[in-house]
């Protein structure tokens, strides 16, 4: 595959009026998310969730990809279609997270480090065998008590360029995350001023691993305050600082940004989005590749129960409609009432 091809890729991820459903919970994340519901989190509950949001026709057609977990790019639907191919039949594209999460960075007090590089150019080919065309890797990034420290961040950003290179080597588009978390108590400055810091070395780093910017996708956090933060921000500023932050950091060879949630309520994470898409005036397609902000609400009106299907279809619908108009900057607060 060749640049263009890639690039290709890249585009449809971030196509006007659509976005990234990251699916891509590891079992541990999963079953925090069942508990919430009372589901018990057992490979087949896992299964017919997943099923259930992948046989969304309508709540699909506003999703370019989905960011699938290991177990689910094997998993076959309860008729035996491999899932891989219902999202292929919505005309959404299959990706898959091929970091393995994160472990305390010796020698860096309190950063962590994300693992998954070793083996990683060999899984690679296996994932696109089986019909992955995108890839994520996410590097957690703690902005308070001091952190994160040189060393903490150039490791992790460090990582997720030779990612991106081996990525694009087995003719994979990566998702290039370095999420900032929004759960301290850090304020809207903190967050513009580490996220700013992160950016810029992750482009360095990018460029010295040779990673073909035409070729990836950026996948950062909003500016925001941290969740524990004693000054809250409008959602004007948020879209404001953002913007700012992004354009002093990422290169317009980048086809386009798709923001992840962290844990904004979801229709704060869609006010946002919406909020930068109606400012306009950066050179890439923004839009969103929302986990907990997509799925929070299909997961509670499905609580794991048979008869409750079509309603957790038509919460992810809603969601994934009210996101896709956001992306286009065509989302109002009055949409939120029309429940599809
Ligand atoms: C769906 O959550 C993803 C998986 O996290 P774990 O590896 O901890 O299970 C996560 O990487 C996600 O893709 C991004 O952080 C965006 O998700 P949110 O919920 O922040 O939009």
Same mark, same amino acid.
């Given at each position: 595959?060749?640049?263009?091809?890639?690039?290709?890729?890249?585009?449809?991820?971030? *196509?006007?009026?659509?976005?990234?459903?990251?699916?891509?919970?590891?079992?541990?994340?999963?079953? /925090?998310?069942?508990?919430?519901?009372?589901?018990?989190?057992?490979?087949?509950?896992?299964?017919?969730?997943?099923?259930?949001?992948?046989? $969304?026709?309508?709540?699909?057609?506003? %999703?370019?990809?989905?960011?699938?977990?290991?177990?689910?790019? +094997?998993?076959?639907?309860?008729?035996?279609?491999?899932?891989?191919?219902?999202?292929?039949? #919505?005309?959404?594209?299959?990706?898959?997270?091929?970091?393995?999460?994160?472990?305390?960075?010796?020698?860096?007090?309190?950063?962590?480090?994300?693992?998954?590089?070793?083996?990683?150019?060999?899984?690679?080919?296996?994932?696109?065998?089986?019909?992955?065309?995108?890839?994520?890797?996410?590097?957690?990034?703690?902005?308070?008590?001091?952190?994160?420290?040189?060393?903490?961040?150039?490791?992790?950003?460090?990582?997720?360029?030779?990612?991106?290179?081996? =990525?694009?080597?087995?003719?994979?588009?990566?998702?290039?995350?370095? @999420?900032?978390?929004?759960? !301290?108590?850090?304020?809207?400055?903190?967050?513009?001023?580490?996220?700013? +810091?992160?950016?810029? @070395?992750?482009?360095?780093?990018?460029?010295?691993?040779?990673?073909?910017?035409?070729? %990836?996708?950026?996948?950062?956090?909003?500016?925001?305050?941290?969740?524990? $933060? #004693?000054?809250?921000?409008? %959602?004007?500023?948020?879209?404001?600082?953002?913007?700012? =932050?992004?354009?002093? =950091?990422?290169?317009?060879?980048?086809?386009?940004?798709?923001?992840?949630?962290?844990?904004?309520?979801?229709?704060?994470?869609?006010?946002?989005?919406?909020?930068?898409?109606?400012?306009?005036?950066?050179?890439?397609?923004?839009?969103?590749?929302?986990?907990? *902000?997509?799925?929070?609400?299909?997961? /509670?009106?499905?609580?794991? /129960?048979?008869?409750?299907?079509? #309603?957790?279809?038509?919460?992810?619908?809603?969601?994934?409609?009210?996101? !896709?108009?956001?992306?286009?900057?065509? +989302?109002?607060?009055?949409?939120?009432?029309?429940? #599809?």
């Amino acid at each position: 595959m060749s640049l263009a091809d890639l690039n290709k890729v890249a585009m449809a991820m971030v *196509a006007p009026g659509r976005g990234i459903l990251a699916a891509d919970e590891s079992s541990g994340t999963i079953k /925090k998310r069942f508990d919430a519901i009372g589901v018990e989190s057992t490979e087949a509950n896992r299964r017919d969730y997943r099923e259930m949001l992948f046989r $969304a026709k309508e709540g699909m057609s506003y %999703i370019s990809g989905v960011i699938l977990y290991d177990e689910t790019i +094997w998993q076959k639907a309860e008729d035996g279609t491999p899932l891989v191919k219902l999202i292929e039949a #919505a005309g959404s594209i299959p990706g898959i997270k091929v970091d393995e999460g994160t472990e305390d960075l010796a020698g860096a007090r309190g950063d962590v480090i994300t693992k998954g590089l070793d083996g990683l150019s060999k899984r690679l080919p296996k994932y696109y065998e089986q019909g992955a065309r995108f890839a994520k890797w996410r590097a957690v990034i703690d902005p308070t008590g001091g952190r994160p420290s040189y060393a903490g961040l150039l490791s992790n950003v460090h990582a997720l360029a030779r990612y991106a290179n081996l =990525c694009q080597a087995a003719n994979i588009v990566p998702i290039v995350e370095p @999420e900032v978390l929004m759960d !301290g108590d850090n304020d809207i400055e903190q967050t513009y001023a580490i996220t700013q +810091w992160v950016l810029k @070395e992750t482009f360095q780093q990018l460029y010295y691993l040779n990673v073909e910017l035409e070729g %990836i996708v950026l996948k950062p956090n909003m500016i925001v305050p941290g969740k524990k $933060a #004693a000054k809250k921000a409008g %959602i004007e500023e948020v879209a404001e600082q953002t913007i700012r =932050c992004l354009k002093s =950091c990422v290169p317009s060879a980048v086809p386009g940004i798709a923001f992840l949630s962290g844990g904004q309520s979801d229709e704060e994470a869609t006010a946002h989005l919406d909020a930068m898409n109606k400012l306009g005036g950066f050179p890439w397609k923004m839009t969103f590749s929302y986990g907990r *902000a997509l799925q929070a609400a299909p997961q /509670k009106a499905w609580s794991g /129960k048979k008869e409750n299907l079509h #309603a957790g279809q038509a919460a992810f619908t809603h969601r994934a409609r009210m996101n !896709g108009l956001a992306s286009l900057g065509k +989302w109002s607060p009055e949409l939120e009432k029309k429940v #599809a």
